[in-house]
Every structure is written in structure tokens, then in C-alpha cells.
């Protein structure tokens, strides 16, 4: 029997807010525990929560960037359960009535068509905070709770399940990242969990329309664990089936180490988290103003973007998809191409050089020591023939390590392409004299050897004559 | 009259021309509790060093000039009251040690008028009870009788008024915890418009149903003290942001066309005699002073009791899941492990009473059961807000008793928690509906306990009400007796 998986994903993303989510503590990442703390993320008797109106705003973006349908009224609910990260023993979340519903995004598999995918929901709610184990100042051998984090703004993103491969659901994975760090609302860390996934996997018959009983699994934390977790429970769920047995409903756990996963905990023993609408907080209204608003203010999207490198810019589609992996790369291509109009060449010194020394220096896009303007004078001093694409790269050298315009680095550096064809023939003259015997052996038949000219010629001009006058002027003098 | 039976506009006349200072007032005080503490255990914690101080800078304040009607006056606050530095325990084991490390919105406020605090008051235990006796911290009694009870759960802050230990307090009041206690001890009690008060560093209870309001001795005290605990609180979500109203200058003494609604489902066959009776003098002294009587009926009242046992209870097992043991108040010395330390800690903490109201509150919100019960009960509490909106639309106040009966004596229904919970049956459906209500003493029993009349007014329409309750105050004397004690 062949198998069809099925594949919804959850998605949580914390929100580069400030402030968290119901007080005005930092949510900045690696402070001293419990410094950034109050009364309210505290869970202290007493406190209340006060909704941060940031979130909402980010919520809206997310919910305008996946096609949702904003909710003039949404309501936060209280998700009951006791652990001893979860201050208040309860969750603030939302449940009945999520901020946005029903949404979709529209996802490529390589050599497949685009597929679009639903969106069930996307609802705001608050993070809990983190056990740490020994090795902490103060800590002797036991345990301790580190409340920096509770109370910090994410989202979950419900995907309908219409992923039927792990490919699609990197695909979908990848497309959702791409548009929440777009929107500057995640910054998209997966190790630091600022990004985060569980997967629903259930397999069913080829052919059936009812789904299979499924499994949850938890907390996979990046791209290439997502398929393979995927991969390993659909091969697990598939064995189990095929060797007579029947797969349950369980909350399974990804272990990186063995790429397999393991029973957490069964349907049974889940929790009946007892959901109802928190007390202390209004429900919240959203205008039809404030929506059009957000509409107004969203960026122009990358897939919207990427097909317009391609119809406008006239980009090859790879190039077009790469470029617009980030918000900055992005808008640092476009930056360049309103100086100068070579498009294609622009992007292949993003693609190469500039990725090159940005993942080098472990920089971001955004930071580049060289600015959009000073690249594109750059590539335009190539397209006008002033230095070569390979003095290039040593003015791109020397502005990203001391800066500098391109222009006056190549004057005073004497990087000036020679394109005297007197001063030229001189170089060749010389060369040839040299070289008498690969003279011949060119003369003979041999023309692989006319590259062993063309490099000496260019190593005597430390690089800067001009190619195409050294190639028509050599291929003349070998000729005789 | 002794200074300690003073009510705030008294005190402060003699504090203003340099009578009495607020540290003979506090220290008056003090000296009265000290006396008859002992008879009545109407506080938890007492703070008489800081209450001297405070008193000092009162006194401060009032020889510069800026000093306001509540400079200097003593007052104690029901300990569900957060109060920075002072061991705040909301009447609960599990909260025996809790020192918070910031005040309440209400006390705040309060104490940056120059108010002195005196102590924490006595409670029912999360303020989950009618009586007082669900108090970890011992019962509170009752001072015109000790035998009975004070009323709950704000007893302590009741009792200290007719006590004469306090010059004013703060209550909260969730089912009738305010009114009920300020009738069985004779004072004005108001349970504000749900929103009127910020909640922010008061413990909650039932967080839809909880609110804040005064205990004092007259109706001006009790404009004095709403006027300055009133008012938005932007840490508090559910505070109403709409203008505070001069509460004192609502109090016109004039009644005269004023349409007062008598729903006929509280003047119920087996109301107690004694009143039934104090309501009919209270009626005939309204139509002297010039008011009319309409009968109405709020037809959903006997469904009351029971939504609020859902409602309350659902949300309190929410509210009270922060008491875990791991971060503040009592943890277990016996615990193996974090499960164990949890419930350990919750069962050792947590008394009885609060016990049966998380279990009730966690089977209401439970998979399969939250339908059938909590979201029943929220369509109930619809209904009863809809039958107060229908009836002020024909009225500006409605008439009820606070209670059934005046105080009961103490261990008579701690085994009978249905006959305690229908205590509160008047009381209730005002918290449901989110409306205002304060109680008054309108009379004595034949054994010489307090009666208290309800007046519910519009939301937000806490100056009818107090109108009509300074009216009433002015034309009897129940609210001039004192208990011997």
C-alpha cells in the first residue's frame, strides 16, 4: 500500500517587541535572571495584565501578510496548567476568538507548481519563562526559574493541514520566516527559539479521504530537523501501520542527536488546559480603521517583490529569489540599481563578493561597511571600462577594510585599466620576446597557449590593462 | 465623643484647627484596639510604628497648609490589600509570610492624601466566605454581639468600624462582601460600579466580580472615601475611564420625586420579621421624605446564587493557581520533588472553604462540563444584568434588604455551606450585573442587632445612591447607635 502524509505546522514567533506583552518589562535575550522582572510577569497576588498595543499592531501585520481576515473582536483566554516556569499558572492566550483567521501562503517546492497552503489562525499570547539547572551563580545543586522570558509576545501561526511532504513543510517553514522577519516583527533566531515549529504528521492510504490518526511533534528548532523529523515519523507511522499496529494520538519529541522521535505523552495523559476568557482583560475591538491603516503601512511583500526583480529588473528567477531571502538584501539591491541600471551585475556582486565578505565577518546586510551608492559607483567604473572586474575586487577589498569611494581608491592606488594600446604592445612585445618557444608552439596550431599570453600580459600590467584591447592586440602580434 | 468615635468630617474638623493632631488621633486609636482587640479580632497584622510616622507627617502636612479632608485620618485596610513592606496574608495560610513589594492603586491613593494606616483587617480567608470564619487568622466577632458574626468576608473591616478601631476602612466585595458585613455591623458599606475602582494590587477572588468600596460610619464618610479611591487606572484594564463625580456634593439631603423599585422576588414569605419590618419603616420614612415606590420584578434572581457559584468559582481556580509554593508564601517542608512540593503546598496552605471552591470552579471550566456550566452561567449573568437595565428604566433606585436575616452566631452554618452561600442572595445579583449598591442602617432586631437596607443604583450611579442613603441617614438615628463593646 502507498501512503499519503499529511502535515499541518505550528509555529510559534516571538515578536521583536520592546516590552513584553502585559507589562513594560525588556524582552531583550541573555540578561541576569529574574532582572527583568515585575510584579505582573511575576504572577505576584494582585497584579494585572495591560495588552501592549505593539503587539497587536505586529499581530495585524503578520495577519495582512498571510491573507487573513483580521477580527473586529478577539478575546484573550486563560490556558490552566501548573509548571513552575508559568508564574500565574495560567497562560494568557487567545482560544475561541484568535486576533486573525483564515489566511493562506502560497509556497514553491523546487520542479513542482506553487501550492498554496491555508492558514487556520494566528493568535497572540504570552511566553513562559525557563528552568535553569545548577551551574548558576547562586545556585547550588537544585533547580531555579528564570522569569526574563515569561510574559514575552509570540504568535502562533496555525497552518490548515495541506502539507502533504517534509519538503513542503520546509517550503511553507521557509516562506513563513522569510515574511515575519520581512515584516521586522521576529527576528527569526531559531537556535535562540525565537522561531519555533512543531509539526502535526499523520500518514493516510493513497486515495483515502479520511485522515490518519496524527502525532504532534515538539519543538523542532530548525529547518533541517523539521525534515528530518518529519521524514523519520511519517517512516515510523508508515512501519507501524504496515506491520499490523495502529498509530495513537501522543505528543511526540524530536531528538536531534538519533533524528528520531519519542512518545512524550499520550492522548490520555494530555492536559485539559480548561480555557475560558481571561477576566482581567477587555475584550479587544479593532477597527476597520486601524486595519486599513496596517494595510497602508505594510512593505511591499518579498514574493510580490522577487516577481518583480524578475518582470522589471529582468532577473533570472534564482537571482530574484535569492535576493529577496531578507527584507535588507533586498532593499540594499534596489538601492544599488537606482545609481546604476545593470541590474545583473549588481546582483552577481551581491550574490558573490558582498555575501562573501558579509559571511565572513559574520556581518548582517544591514551593516555592510560598503554602502549601496559606493557599490554601484563601483560596477559602473567597470561597465565604463575604467578598471577591470578583477581590480574590482581589490577596490571592493580595500573600500569594505578602510573605506573610501571607489573612484578615489582606484586614482590614488594607480588601479586606473590601460587601455593605451601603445603602452600595451609594449608589454606584448616583451612578453613575446621571452617566449619564443610558446610563440611557436601557438603558430604551430596550439592556441590553448594564447592564454598562457593573456596571463603573462596581465601580470606585467599588475592587472590593469584592459582585456579586451590585450586580447585583439596579442591574438595580431602571435599571428604575425 | 471620644476622638476614636469620630467619622472622618469630624476628625478632620478638629484636625484642621489644631484640636486634636493625627498623632493623638492615631495613638487613640491605638489604645482603643488595644482594649478591645481582644473581644472582637477584627485585624491580622497591626502597624502601630508606622502608623505614628505616618501620622507625624501628616501633622506636618497640615501645619504647611496642604492638608485635604483625609490628612491624618487612622484608617485599616482588609488585608487583600497589597501594602509595600506590610505582610499582607488575604486571611490564608498559604500567604502567612507574604511581604509585597509594591501597594495596591487604592491604598495608594489613599495614602498619598496622608491617610495613616493602622493595620490589615480580618477575613474570610481569599475573601471566600459570609462570616469570617473561613479566616486562617481566627474568627472575628461581632461587636453587638460576640457570639455571632461580623459578616464576610470584609467582617474585619465591619467589625473595626463598629468597633470604633478604625476612623474608616476599605472592604472588597464580590457577592456582598462589603454590604452584607456593614449591615450585621451597622455602617455604610458601598460596593462601587464593577470598573469604578482599580483592582490593580488587590488579591483577586473572581476577577469579573471583585471590587473595591469603603466601610465608614456615615454616608459623607463614604462619598469622602469612594470620591478618592475612584477613578481610571491605566494598570488595571477593566477600570473605567470616565470622570470621578464630587460625591460629596451629591449629598443634597433631597429625595423628593426620587422612583425607588421594590422588586417583589426579595420581599419573599420567610424574610425574617424583624427585616421585613425595618424595611417598612425605612419605605414609610422614604415616602415622608417625598420618594415614590414602584413595584418591580427582577425576574431571574433565583438563578443568582447558583451563577455566581459558577462564575466566582471558575475564576477564583484560576486566580488562586499562583499560589504554588515555588515563588512567595508557603511552600512545604515535606516535598519530594516539584508535583509533590506543588500540591503539598496548596494543601497545607489552603482552607477548606477555599478548597471546595477551586474544585467546584475546576469541574465548571473542565472539557465536557464548561458548556453545561460556565458558559450557562454566563448567559444567566446576561439575563440578570438585563432584568436591573429593564427595571431602571422605570426606576432611579432600587430598595432590598443586604440580608435575610441580621447576623447569625458563629459556627451555626460553618457545616452548612449551602444555608451560608444563600446568606448573600441580595447581595449577589449586583455583583453579577456589575452595578452599584451600598448598604445603611436602617434599624435593629429584637435582639438588638444591626439591620442594613440595600439602595442599588445605575451603573455608575453611585451619587443616587449616596443621595438617597444621606437622605435616609438624616432623617433616622440607626446609624448614631453604638455597639457596647
New interface residues.
Given amino acids: 500500500m502507498k501512503f499519503q502524509p499529511v502535515i499541518g505546522l505550528e509555529v510559534h514567533a516571538q515578536l521583536k517587541t520592546g516590552s513584553k506583552i502585559f507589562c513594560g518589562c525588556s524582552t531583550t535575550f541573555g540578561s541576569e535572571p529574574n532582572s527583568q522582572t515585575c510584579?505582573v510577569c511575576?504572577?505576584?497576588?494582585?497584579?494585572?495584565?495591560?495588552?501592549n498595543k505593539k503587539v497587536v499592531e505586529f499581530a495585524i501585520r503578520a495577519g495582512l501578510a498571510t491573507n487573513c481576515t483580521i477580527a473586529h473582536h478577539s478575546v484573550f483566554a486563560?490556558k490552566?496548567y501548573?509548571y513552575?516556569d508559568l508564574?500565574?499558572?495560567?497562560q494568557i492566550s487567545q482560544f475561541e476568538e484568535p486576533i486573525c483567521r483564515k489566511g493562506w501562503l502560497d509556497i514553491q517546492v523546487e520542479g513542482q507548481e506553487t501550492k498554496r497552503i491555508g492558514i487556520t489562525r494566528i493568535h497572540m499570547e504570552e511566553d513562559a519563562g525557563k528552568l535553569v539547572h545548577g551551574d548558576v551563580p547562586g545556585l547550588d545543586d537544585g533547580s531555579g526559574?528564570d522569569l526574563n522570558r515569561a510574559c514575552t509576545p509570540l504568535l502562533e501561526i496555525v497552518s490548515e493541514p495541506d502539507l502533504r511532504s517534509s519538503d513542503e513543510a520546509v517550503a511553507y517553514l521557509k516562506q513563513l520566516h522569510r515574511i515575519v522577519t520581512w515584516l521586522g516583527i521576529c527576528d527569526g533566531n531559531m537556535e535562540e527559539g525565537s522561531f519555533r515549529c512543531d509539526a502535526n504528521v499523520s500518514v493516510m492510504p493513497v486515495g483515502s479521504d479520511t485522515l490518519g490518526t496524527r502525532a504532534e511533534i515538539k519543538n523542532v528548532n530548525s529547518f533541517k530537523f523539521v525534515k528530518q523529523a518529519i521524514e523519520y515519523e511519517i517512516q515510523r507511522q508508515i512501519d507501524l501501520i504496515e506491520d499490523g499496529g495502529s498509530v495513537v494520538q501522543e505528543t511526540r519529541l524530536f531528538d536531534p542527536n538519533s533524528g528520531a522521535t519519542r512518545s512524550m505523552r499520550s492522548k490520555e495523559e494530555a492536559h485539559?488546559y480548561?480555557?475560558?476568557p481571561d477576566?482581567?482583560?477587555?475584550p479587544l475591538v479593532i477597527g476597520a480603521d486601524w486595519v486599513q491603516r496596517a494595510q497602508q503601512e505594510l512593505p511591499e511583500l518579498p514574493e510580490h517583490r522577487q516577481q518583480r526583480f524578475i518582470t522589471e529588473l529582468g532577473l533570472p528567477e534564482y537571482d530574484a529569489e535569492v535576493l529577496t531571502a531578507s527584507r535588507g538584501l533586498a532593499d540594499y539591491f534596489e538601492e544599488c540599481v537606482a545609481f546604476h541600471h545593470n541590474a545583473k551585475a549588481v546582483s552577481n556582486w551581491l550574490m558573490g563578493e558582498v555575501t562573501r565578505a558579509l559571511n565572513d565577518s559574520g556581518m548582517a546586510i544591514e551593516t555592510c561597511p560598503v554602502i549601496p551608492r559606493q557599490l554601484a559607483e563601483l560596477i559602473k567604473l567597470i561597465d565604463n571600462g575604467a578598471i577591470s572586474g578583477k581590480i574590482a575586487k581589490t577596490v571592493f577589498e580595500e573600500m569594505w577594510n578602510n573605506g573610501g569611494e571607489p573612484q578615489a581608491i582606484v586614482e590614488k592606488q594607480g588601479l586606473a585599466q590601460v587601455s593605451d594600446s601603445g603602452a600595451i604592445e609594449a608589454v606584448i612585445d616583451e612578453i613575446i620576446a621571452a617566449n619564443m618557444a610558446q610563440v611557436e608552439e601557438f603558430r604551430g596550431g596550439k592556441e590553448k597557449v594564447f592564454g598562457f599570453f593573456v596571463g603573462q600580459v596581465m601580470r606585467a600590467s599588475k592587472g590593469k590593462a584592459n582585456p579586451a584591447l590585450v586580447n585583439e592586440l596579442l591574438l595580431a602580434k602571435l599571428k604575425g | 465623643m471620644e476622638i476614636f468615635e469620630l467619622t472622618i468630617h469630624q476628625l478632620h474638623d478638629k484636625l484642621k484647627t489644631g484640636a486634636v493632631s493625627s498623632v493623638e488621633a492615631t495613638k487613640a486609636m491605638l489604645a482603643r484596639i488595644e482594649s478591645v482587640e481582644p473581644r472582637v479580632g477584627s485585624f491580622i497584622t497591626l502597624t502601630p510604628e508606622s502608623a505614628l510616622a505616618e501620622a507625624e507627617a501628616a501633622d506636618r502636612r497640615i501645619a504647611s497648609g496642604d492638608a485635604d479632608v483625609l490628612t491624618g485620618i487612622p484608617l485599616a485596610l482588609k488585608d487583600i490589600f497589597l501594602t509595600e513592606g506590610i505582610r499582607t496574608t488575604c486571611g490564608s495560610r498559604i500567604l502567612h509570610n507574604f511581604i509585597p513589594p509594591y501597594s495596591a492603586t487604592a491604598w495608594e491613593r489613599l495614602r498619598d492624601r496622608g491617610c495613616v494606616l493602622l493595620g490589615k483587617l480580618n477575613q474570610d480567608e481569599f475573601a471566600m466566605g459570609s462570616s469570617n470564619e473561613s479566616s486562617a487568622f481566627g474568627v472575628t466577632r461581632n461587636p453587638w454581639d460576640t457570639d455571632r458574626i461580623p459578616g464576610g468576608s470584609s467582617g474585619g473591616s465591619a467589625a473595626a468600624i463598629a468597633a470604633r478601631q478604625a476612623t474608616a476602612t476599605l472592604g472588597t466585595d464580590t457577592g456582598g462582601s462589603i454590604r452584607q458585613p456593614a449591615s450585621h455591623c451597622g455602617c455604610v458599606g458601598l460596593k462601587p460600579t464593577y470598573g469604578r475602582v482599580s483592582r490593580y494590587g488587590v488579591i483577586a477572588y473572581a476577577s469579573s466580580l471583585d471590587q473595591v468600596g469603603p466601610i465608614t460610619r456615615d454616608v459623607a464618610d463614604c462619598a469622602i472615601m469612594l470620591g478618592t479611591v475612584a477613578g481610571h487606572d491605566p494598570r488595571d484594564s477593566t477600570s473605567v475611564n470616565a470622570p470621578v463625580p464630587d460625591y460629596t456634593a451629591a449629598l443634597t439631603g433631597d429625595v423628593r420625586g426620587l422612583k425607588i423599585g421594590l422588586p417583589k422576588e426579595y420581599f419573599i414569605a420567610g424574610l425574617d420579621r424583624d427585616v421585613q419590618a425595618a424595611m417598612d419603616r425605612a419605605i414609610e420614612t422614604y415616602r415622608r421624605l417625598g420618594a415614590e415606590f414602584v413595584e418591580i420584578s427582577l425576574p431571574h434572581t433565583d438563578y443568582a446564587v447558583a451563577t455566581y457559584y459558577l462564575i466566582a468559582t471558575a475564576e477564583a481556580s484560576s486566580n488562586l493557581a499562583r499560589y504554588d509554593g515555588v515563588r512567595f508564601g508557603h511552600r512545604s517542608e515535606q516535598a519530594e520533588g516539584l508535583i509533590d512540593m506543588m500540591t503539598r503546598s496548596r494543601s497545607e496552605g489552603f482552607g477548606a472553604e477555599v478548597k471546595r471552591r477551586i474544585m467546584l470552579g475546576t469541574y465548571a471550566l473542565s472539557s465536557g462540563y464548561y458548556d453545561a456550566y460556565y458558559v450557562k452561567a454566563q448567559k444567566v449573568r446576561t439575563l440578570i444584568m438585563g432584568d436591573f437595565t429593564r427595571a431602571f428604566e422605570t426606576v432611579d433606585v432600587i430598595l432590598t434588604p443586604v440580608a435575610p436575616t441580621p447576623a447569625f452566631k458563629i459556627g451555626e452554618k460553618v457545616n452548612d455551606p449551602l444555608q451560608m452561600y444563600l446568606s448573600d442572595i441580595f447581595t449577589i445579583p449586583v455583583n453579577l450585573a456589575g452595578t452599584c449598591a451600598m448598604s445603611v442602617p436602617a434599624g435593629f432586631s429584637a435582639a438588638g442587632l444591626p439591620i442594613g437596607l440595600q439602595l442599588i443604583g445605575t451603573p455608575f450611579g453611585e451619587e443616587t445612591i449616596l443621595r438617597a442613603g444621606h437622605a435616609f441617614e438624616q432623617a433616622t438615628e440607626w446609624h448614631t447607635r453604638k455597639a457596647d463593646i
Fill in positions: 510584579p511575576l504572577g505576584l497576588p494582585g497584579a494585572l495584565p495591560v495588552l486563560r490552566n501548573f513552575p508564574p500565574k499558572g495560567y526559574v485539559d480548561r480555557y475560558f477576566p482581567d482583560l477587555v
